[in-house]
């Protein structure tokens, strides 16, 4: 039996200005909704330019509160209300001083405050310096039950790793949100074209396949000057959608700000999971006590 | 720096005698040698047809030891050493009376015996008996440094579990050989064409993707009929390697047989690797523990 949701995803760009920034994703998302969307994710830290391409102790001032009843919490919850959607946004948290996580917090239908995730996996690479500004999340992978079904939130760099989504899956996802700001750097050196991108899409659809449910993300688009002159980001845009059969139902445009609305159905998850006995039953995890190390030598 | 290697894949049909599929293996294996290869695999359980589409004791007949010096492996053993390849084969293992296994052999360039494989997840679904056939393997994820590089091996069923494909990465793998036997079941309703290859293809690209490795994986070709008029199984062909990114670099016919003989540049894991800090050294060890669970509830 079909179990049919509405999902939007908001890839933008960002200006210098936090508050420019929130009233267009607010804009998105009103556009979201009354496209029908029931869930609308926002791209990870939709207030601020990515600030990570350099390591700026002044950047710290851009965090805030990430709690029930916080600012932009409260301004959200009211706009979920509003709506009548879920809604899921990426912020950068101030959680005590000299204390900061990558965070996003989800509100349900009603505005009620769900909770939080905060980023698990930290990158730092040439102009991805979130060593420096964040710690590593201390909350695990959690799942919220919203009015449209349980959803689980990676944020970026976590979209790598297997272990994560799948815990997602075995916490009862059953899809995955993924706020991200990924894209080329003038540092790169990629002789064959797209390829970093095309891995970043493959390996989300893989979680997709291997966990039989739908992945969302949501990427930031534009060019990002580098404040040293380091070149900068010009992120790759492609939100996209991936079902769970690891199929890419929707997907954004490259270089342009896009409202990107999707119907699921949520009952494709049964067809796989039923239909195949996958992917519960047969995982061996008497066999499986190594992936807590951090390498078998 | 480059590091070229060359691998070769089997892929080949069936009859119902054994001795055939042997020598019929042989001369691809003889083919692939003669084009190069340094590496040749054979598609899983090569030297029967696909017996478990039916639950019948008979079949345990055509089990074998698989073990040094133990008759299949004595032969593989003396092709290796002439070609001067490294060799890996699957075959039906009889371990003691009333235990069996899914295994794949794996001998060096010089015919030494390096150990085996035995299949850790195995499936039970419509006309893919195999509970019924194979005890779970019990000889984990281990990694065969061969004069060519060190692989590692999975058997059909365990290319969809991220864990397996993580945990070989972390024993030193630098590409991974996957023996397969799948296809499309007559029982199968699948409604829109494609998607159980290409989900198929696509979880395992994810693997290449998050453990910066090769991933070749080997299938048997043509349509093998059920013996209680069930039907059958059409089986996909479509051997595929895929790159540290995903990429499918090559790919074998539907339809027929062939030896898929494809060039592997090793560094291009340090490229990924090195290049992206990626993947061990932010693996969220601490949070991994869950995994060792049937289920998060």
Same mark, same amino acid.
């Given at each position: 039996?079909?179990r049919?949701i509405s999902i939007?995803?908001?890839?933008?760009?960002?200006?210098?200005?936090?508050?420019?920034?929130?009233?267009?994703a607010?804009d998105?998302?009103?556009?979201?909704a009354s496209?029908?969307a029931?869930?609308?994710?926002?791209?990870e830290l939709?207030?601020?330019?990515y600030?990570c391409q350099t390591?700026?102790?002044t950047m710290f001032?851009?965090?805030?509160?990430v709690?029930?009843?916080?600012s932009?919490v409260r301004q959200l919850?009211e706009?979920?209300t509003?709506?009548g959607?879920?809604?899921?946004a990426?912020?950068?948290?101030?959680?005590a001083?000299?204390?900061?996580?990558?965070t996003?917090?989800?509100?349900?239908?009603?505005?009620?405050?769900l909770?939080k995730?905060?980023?698990?996996h930290?990158p730092?690479?040439?102009?991805f310096y979130?060593k420096?500004? /964040?710690?590593?999340?201390d909350? +695990?992978y959690? $799942?919220?039950s919203t009015k449209?079904? &349980?959803?689980?939130v @990676?944020? #970026?760099?976590d979209?790598?790793?297997?272990?994560?989504?799948?815990l997602?899956a075995?916490?009862g996802?059953?899809m995955i949100f993924?706020?991200?700001?990924i894209?080329?750097?003038?540092?790169d050196?990629?002789?064959?074209?797209?390829?970093?991108?095309?891995?970043?899409?493959t390996?989300q659809r893989?979680?997709?396949?291997?966990?039989?449910y739908?992945v969302?993300?949501v990427?930031r688009v534009?060019?990002e000057?580098?404040?040293?002159?380091?070149?900068?980001?010009d992120?790759?845009g492609?939100? /996209?959608?991936?079902?769970p059969y +690891?199929?890419? $139902?929707?997907?954004?445009s490259e270089? &342009?700000?896009?409202? @990107?609305? #999707?119907s699921l159905d949520l009952?494709k998850?049964?067809?796989?999971?039923?239909?195949?006995?996958?992917p519960f039953r047969d995982?061996?995890?008497?066999?499986?006590g190594?992936l807590?190390?951090?390498?078998l030598?």
């Open positions: 039996m079909e049919m939007g995803l908001i890839q933008m760009s960002c200006s210098d200005d936090s508050e420019e920034n929130h009233d267009k607010v998105h998302i009103r556009e979201a496209q029908g029931n869930i609308v994710c926002t791209q939709y207030k601020s330019r600030f390591a700026d102790s001032n851009l965090a805030e509160k709690d029930e009843g916080s932009t919850s706009l979920a509003e709506l959607i879920v809604v899921i990426g912020l950068f948290e101030k959680r001083p000299g204390l900061y996580h990558n996003a917090v989800v509100l349900d239908a009603d505005g009620s405050y909770g995730y905060r980023k698990m930290i730092e690479d040439p102009l979130e420096f500004y /964040f710690a590593p999340g909350l +695990g959690g $799942v919220f449209y079904g &349980d959803l689980g @990676l944020i #970026c760099w979209q790598w790793y297997p272990e994560a989504a799948r997602l075995m916490n996802a059953e993924v706020p991200t700001a894209g080329h750097t003038s540092l050196n990629e002789p064959e074209g797209t390829q970093y991108h095309d891995a970043w899409q390996v893989g979680h997709a396949v291997a966990n039989a739908y969302a993300c990427n534009g060019f000057e580098n404040p040293e002159g380091k070149g900068g980001i992120f790759w492609q939100s /996209f959608i991936a079902d +690891g199929k890419v $139902v929707k997907k954004a270089h &342009d700000e896009e409202v @990107l609305v #999707c009952s998850m049964d067809d796989v999971r039923v239909g195949w006995s996958f995982r061996r995890i008497d066999s499986y190594g807590t190390k951090r390498y030598d």
